[in-house]
């Protein structure tokens, strides 16, 4: 036996969108029904353990064999749940996703949409997802059903019989996905980054469970003596309402287009008395502070700890990690002196203190948040953070000299940049410094072709900089910045030859190829990124322009347009992903435990007595790929994650 295709079929009181493949298969109630297999991609069978068939012993031990590839599509739901089916932690070693597989050639990352594109010829069965409603999560009793809270086999024989077809059905596409992307293989290197983001999910993370409880606690009687406030103001039965309170508005004279929080913002700089007062209190019920800390209490399991945080290569065109379930990619920022202070005293549920201390009790809990991860008994926290990655990565890559003379001595880039944009000294709190604001803003939006556009998104003109002072700014950006500029160009006229021509191109120490209907980009780390059916086309503008087939914004497969500078912030951000899957690589090796990675920072859950800048020191050593890299991290220990 070489290779093991497996699905699985399973039922739980919990639900597993809301909590995740941990918690699902940690419930009490957790039960395997089916297993379909197929050994060696030889004929499917299924294993209706509802009426007490066994998986066969050699099966149930190439579960734990690393020497066996065992193949599904999202395996980390097989593997966890028959991890609790057997009683232990099977590990990630010798297990192949083929979603992810999917997920490197900018395929789908649902079973349906990877067999509808690549045109198989047996496709996911449609009516599987009510058989999969009816059979595996628990029902509403009726007077109908008998009052049942769950379905049985022996409720609906025949709906039985096709989900142990939807079953069988499911080996049967996932072994036709993994032979139809035979042909592009994906290395041993990624499936080991594979497993160590496995062991990360399965090692989890521990939750302040009793600030978690008492924030939510305190969140909703803060919102009940505020909604009580603003009805007594305003007299209608509810403020919250954004019909209602218009219409109240309207009444005291103030017309309200909308009730964002942006709106509501412009609207409380003009109004006073009343009016003021009830607009504030708008502000602070719809502060939504406490879904995150729900969302860690649904997720938790029994051993108080949340699992299953990040998914591996969720952004599928660069490989970068994506954020589930209490979604830490999007954490709030914390700026509070005090932060210690008013966690302890949430912990202690003193809200009288809350609320004569602060002026908004949900913008606490709300900065709180990140405050809820905290480290195994005995242990610290040792957060680890590449500095300006990105900015480092294509300063490198793009050959710009001064940026990367700059990174050298560790000089504040925003000030560097500034500098050579206005031509300059400028100083962080010191001479022009009046200019670095100008100068951060122009970096962080102008480095992937960005224009006025991206200046405004970036927030310039609420900062104070005019609509007349854009278009100078940008043009002094790419004047300062020449071989960023060039970098833009040589790749997109690259991967437009490529296109046209089907001939290998290089530029920047990387090569593009087209093979088998994609564009290949060969990354200096030696990764590939893919662009499905490449074309050239023409854009809106009446230029040239490459297309691709990919996931767009609304999730759905369709032709997307690129250029040159997107094809660069993918280079680049795909860089910043390999080093940082390398690092934590280093650092698993070397005996310091990741338990959550959010962008370019690391944490690590590991005893009091382990050292910070050992850990820096491995987070910040350069890869062979990356000759002339400047790489530099910061870090610092606490007792409770936090943004430093």
């Keep these: 036996m070489k290779q093991l295709s497996i699905d699985i079929e399973t039922y739980s009181g919990t639900n597993l969108n809301r909590t995740g493949v941990y918690r699902y298969a940690d419930s009490d109630d957790f039960e395997l029904l089916l297993f379909g297999y197929s050994v060696d991609f030889g004929q499917v069978k299924v294993v209706d353990l509802t009426h007490g068939e066994k998986i ?22 097989e593997r966890v749940c028959l991890s609790h089916f057997v009683g232990h932690r099977l590990k990630p070693a010798g297990w192949h996703c083929s979603r992810v597989w999917s997920a490197t050639l900018g395929l789908p990352l649902s079973l349906r949409d990877v067999g509808t594109v690549l045109g198989l010829p047996r496709q996911k069965i449609t009516a599987g997802k ?74 989890g993370i521990r939750i302040d469970q009793h600030l978690v409880n008492n924030a939510i606690k305190c969140q909703k009687e803060f919102h009940e003596q505020y909604l009580q406030t603003s009805q007594q103001l305003t007299g209608l039965t509810n403020p919250n309402s954004p019909l209602q309170l218009k219409d109240w508005l309207h009444r005291q004279g103030v017309e309200a287009d909308s009730l964002a929080k942006a709106s509501v913002a412009q609207l409380l700089q003009t109004t006073a008395g009343t009016v003021h ?87 606490v809990l709300s900065q709180l948040i990140r405050t809820a991860f905290i480290p195994s008994g005995g242990h610290h926290f040792y957060v680890a953070d590449f500095s300006a990655v990105e900015a480092r990565v294509i300063a490198w890559l793009s050959g710009e000299e001064w940026r990367q003379a700059a990174f050298a001595k560790n000089e504040d880039i925003y000030c560097a940049s500034a500098s050579q944009m206005f031509g300059v000294p400028v100083v962080k709190h010191g001479v022009n410094g009046e200019l670095r604001q ?70 920047h120490g990387m090569k593009l190829v087209y093979r088998s209907g994609c564009l290949f980009l060969r990354l200096r780390s030696g990764r590939y990124l893919c662009y499905p059916q490449p074309k050239i086309g023409t854009n809106r503008f009446g230029s040239e322009s490459i297309t691709f087939m990919g996931i767009n914004t609304v999730k759905k497969w369709s032709r997307i347009e690129t250029y040159g500078a997107k094809l ?53 050593e350069v890869p062979n790929w990356a000759d002339g890299l400047i790489l530099n991290a910061a870090g610092f220990v606490g007792d409770f994650y936090k943004k430093d």
């Design 438 to 507: 100008k100068g951060k803003i122009a970096e962080l939006a102008l480095g992937y072709g960005g224009s006025i556009g991206a200046l405004k998104a970036m927030g310039a003109t609420k900062l104070g900089l005019t609509e007349d002072e854009l278009p100078p700014l940008v043009r002094m950006w790419r004047n300062a910045s020449p071989n960023i500029v060039q970098f833009w160009r040589d790749v997109d006229k690259a991967a437009k030859e490529c296109i046209k021509t089907h001939l290998p191109q290089t530029t």
């Design 277 to 363: 007062q009830v607009l504030a209190l708008r502000q602070l019920l719809s502060k939504s502070s406490v879904k995150k800390y729900q969302a860690m209490q649904k997720a938790m399991c029994k051993d108080g700890r949340v699992h299953g945080l990040l998914q591996f290569y969720g952004a599928n065109r660069t490989g970068r990690w994506a954020g589930r379930l209490v979604q830490v990619q999007n954490l709030p920022r914390n700026s509070m002196v005090d932060l210690e202070e008013a966690r302890e005293l949430v912990k202690q549920g003193n809200t009288a203190a809350l609320e004569m201390l602060y002026d908004s009790v949900p913008d």
């Design 56 to 77: 066969p012993p050699q099966i149930i031990q190439a579960l734990d064999d690393p020497t066996i590839i065992k193949s599904a599509f999202n395996a980390q739901f």
């Design 130 to 203: 009510e058989l999969v409603r009816y059979f595996c999560t628990p029902c509403k009793p009726t007077k109908a059903n008998q009052h049942r809270t769950r379905n049985f086999p022996y409720h609906a024989p025949d709906k039985w019989q096709q989900f142990k077809q939807y079953n069988q059905r499911d080996v049967e596409v996932e072994m036709e996905i993994t032979q139809k992307l035979s042909r592009f293989p994906v290395p041993q290197n990624e499936w080991e980054n594979y497993w160590m983001d496995q062991d990360i999910n399965d090692r």
């Design 568 to 620: 660069v912030e993918n280079i680049v951000q795909a860089t910043s992903r390999d080093l940082l899957a390398e690092a934590m690589r280093r650092l698993e090796a070397a005996g310091n435990p990741v338990v959550m990675h959010i962008h370019d920072e690391a944490v690590i859950d590991a005893p009091k007595d382990s050292s910070l800048d050992t850990i820096v020191k491995i987070m910040t």
